[in-house]
Structures are given as structure tokens and as C-alpha cells.
């Protein structure tokens, strides 16, 4: 019996060495022993592996519903891919700093190799000691992850939701989709029993709200579920893609001269920008938008753009 369990380890210990996947399954039917066999070998190998200099893993991959040997360093972030995210974090303002300092720390202690840690805390000391972060001071991850749960299992919500002026007002949501922009998190979702023609500039408008997660002053998931078909679904990737100032308002296409010093750069803030022509050096370019805000950004450029129309 030992014998026979022998053998089975160097045939999985040769198997993950070259390169191959371990699915209990199959190894069970081989060696003709049952899957939980199986994996308490693949418990002795781990345990084996890790003792190895440079340490190996034995992870599960379920895209290819097996295990496989991996080696320690490839299952962190490297140093550049690390620094990355704590500089865009950083950056986003997005948070006070007791949650940004908290998501940052177990980052930094989870994600990279220890020396790669303390060069990445040397790094971003600076910025981290001089973190501003974003008046409103609300905490936002468990926020975030409420509304996230009742996105995915489409379940309604009733929140309390102060308004830009200082008002409160209770409304009930289907919620579609969580968004980031400029220092803030965004919920976007359909307004359930509202009298469109009374509270929408656009009675007609098919898109959704968008609300500041910051502002919601209680949330609560309702025992109550809404349905899409699916050829109406919500997209938030192409609704994103047009919601640049996460202001609300119809979908928009606007057409311009732009003969300002970097026309990347409008490509980049307006994703649907398309550049119909050029010449020496103005740029005309047509984009698709939803809301306002588009006005207060083209007027923002100032003499670098010409507004031919919108419609």
C-alpha cells in the first residue's frame, strides 16, 4: 500500500514538474484510487514545495479545473505592477486616509515579496504622509460592496440621499452599475414609482441616474428583485464610455474644432471621440455624450475649441 502510494507521489511530482496539471479526477481513475486520496497528496507535495529554495506553490487554476506548480514570485504583484496601483490609489483621492491607508497596507503586505515592500513604502512615504483626502469623509468600501452584492443579484434598494442643494430624499432603485470619476464613486441606477414627466427634463429619457455613493445617508437591499431582458440590458461599460462628467441628461453627439497642443488628450477624456478630419493642426472631431457636462468642458478649453454643433 505504501508501495503503491509512493509511486502515485513521483508520478504527481513529476507531472507538476513538467509543466502539467493534476486533476483529481483523472489521477483517481489512473491510480485507481478515490479524488480524496488524490488530495492529500497534493497536500504532501505542497507541503514539500514550500520547503524549496526558491519556494514553489501548488495552486488550484480553475480555468483549467486542475493544480499546478508555480513558483512563490509569480503569485505576487511585481514591484512596478505594485507601485502602480498604490500611485493611481493615491492619486484617486477617492477615500479618507484611514481606509486608504488600511487597503494600501494590506496591499503592500499580501501582494509583493517583503524587499519589494520596503522599497514601496520608501517610495510613497511622501505622498502617504501628505494624503488630502476628500472632504465628505465618509467611509465607502462597505458601501461599495452593499451595492455591488444588489448590482449582481439585482435586487432593489430604498436610500436616503442628500442632494447637492442640502436636500434628503428617500428614493427606491433598481441599481445597474458602479462607477468612478474624478475623487468619486458613482451609483447608477433606474428611479422605481416616479412621475417621469414631473421630475425628468427628459420624460423619455431610457438611461439611468446617477448618484454619489457618499451622499447615500442609509442604504438598505429590499427582499425584492427587478429583471432586464437581456437585448435592454444596461451596459456599464458603454455607458461609461459616454459618461464622462457623471452628469445626467440625454445622449448627446457633439461635433468641434480642436487646435489646441494634444489632441490625445481629448481623445483620452471623451472615449467615443472620433477625429473626422485634420488640417494644419485643427483637429475636427465628433463624440457621443450623455448630460451637460460636456458644456462646461468644452467651454473650459477655451480658445482650443470651436463648437460646430450638437445635436
Known amino acids: 500500500m505504501e508501495t503503491e502510494k509512493g509511486i502515485r507521489l513521483l508520478h504527481l511530482y513529476e507531472a507538476l514538474l513538467h509543466g502539467d496539471g493534476i486533476r483529481k479526477k483523472e489521477a483517481a481513475e489512473r491510480f485507481g484510487g478515490d479524488e480524496r486520496s488524490i488530495q492529500r ?12 529554495n526558491p519556494p514553489m506553490e501548488i495552486r488550484y487554476i480553475p480555468k483549467e479545473n486542475c493544480y499546478q506548480l508555480v513558483s512563490v514570485e509569480q503569485a505576487f504583484l511585481n514591484c512596478g505592477e505594485l507601485l502602480a496601483v498604490c500611485k493611481i490609489l493615491l492619486e484617486s483621492r477617492s477615500m479618507p486616509k ?38 465628505h469623509g465618509k467611509l465607502l468600501t462597505n458601501r461599495l460592496w452593499t451595492l455591488g452584492q444588489a448590482i449582481q443579484s439585482h435586487n432593489m434598494i430604498q436610500v436616503t440621499y442628500h442632494t447637492q442643494f442640502g436636500k434628503n430624499k428617500l428614493r427606491t432603485l433598481k441599481p445597474v452599475g458602479l462607477m468612478f470619476s474624478e475623487y468619486y464613486f458613482y451609483l447608477t441606477a433606474f428611479i422605481e414609482d416616479i412621475d417621469r414627466e414631473t421630475h425628468f427634463e427628459n420624460a423619455d429619457d431610457l438611461f439611468p441616474t446617477i448618484y ?17 431582458p437581456y437585448s435592454q440590458r444596461f ?40 477625429i473626422l478630419s485634420e488640417k494644419e493642426g485643427r483637429y475636427e472631431i465628433r463624440a457621443e455624450v450623455f448630460g451637460k457636462g460636456i458644456e462646461m468642458w468644452l467651454r473650459s478649453q477655451g480658445e482650443y475649441i470651436e463648437v460646430q454643433n450638437k445635436a
Do not use: W
Open 212 to 228: 454619489r455613493v457618499d451622499r447615500m445617508k442609509k442604504i438598505t437591499v429590499l427582499d425584492k428583485q427587478f429583471s432586464v
Open 235 to 274: 451596459s456599464e461599460g458603454e455607458f461609461r464610455k459616454r459618461v464622462q462628467f457623471m452628469y445626467g441628461g440625454k445622449l448627446q453627439t457633439v461635433r468641434f474644432i480642436y487646435k489646441g497642443p494634444s489632441v490625445e488628450a481629448v481623445l483620452d477624456r471623451l472615449p467615443t471621440a472620433e
Open 98 to 135: 484611514k481606509e486608504m491607508d488600511g487597503i494600501l497596507d494590506k496591499l503592500l503586505t499580501a501582494c509583493v515579496s517583503p524587499k519589494g515592500e520596503k522599497a514601496i513604502r520608501q517610495i510613497i512615504a511622501n505622498e502617504r504622509l501628505h494624503y488630502i483626502e476628500p472632504h
Open 41 to 52: 497528496d497534493i497536500e504532501v507535495l505542497r507541503n514539500y514545495f514550500a520547503e524549496h
